[in-house]
């Protein structure tokens, strides 16, 4: 995508329900109510489900994301997650 592409000109990349994966760690930068600013929310590599897609800055998508070991729903970016069935069907073919 290009800089002033807009992401919401696309189809959201993941979709309700969908089993993603964290690429990064996420730390409560202070939109997570109830958690201390700087607060380990969840783990790279930590899986969950994409419960809600919202839009952000009207420019691009959040997805609102189910942790089920935390019960936590964070809201992450595309660049911040993989979906975990993509991963499955690849190695599956390396086999």
Known sequence: MQPDE???D???VFEIGEKV???KLIKNDGTFPGQDIGVV???KGETGY???IGT???RSY???VHFLDTGFVIGCRKKELESVEEIHESNATDE
């Open 6 to 8: 807009l992401e919401l």
């Open 10 to 12: 696309l189809p959201p």
């Open 21 to 23: 994966r964290l690429r």
């Open 41 to 43: 929310l969840a783990k």
């Open 50 to 52: 994409v419960a809600s």
């Open 56 to 58: 952000y800055l009207q």
């Open 62 to 64: 959040i997805y609102a």
